[in-house]
């Protein structure tokens, strides 16, 4: 997806599509020690309920 700024809308969406093509697509979260962890947790469970359950989490 890149790095672009979407809301949770956009974000369901584009998770969507990628499942829909492809459900083994690994997915790579990247935040800082300032990132919420509600956030991160949200987008996990997102990409949990469409099928993409290869998840890292990478801190900087």
Known sequence: MGNRIL???Q???E???V???RRDTPV???ADEES???FIT???DICRKEGLDRIRLQSR
């Open 19 to 21: 499942a829909a093509s």
């Open 7 to 9: 809301d949770e809308q």
């Open 42 to 44: 949200r987008v996990m």
């Open 11 to 13: 974000l369901i969406a």
């Open 36 to 38: 919420a962890l509600r």
């Open 28 to 30: 790579l979260l990247i």
């Open 15 to 17: 998770v969507q599509s």
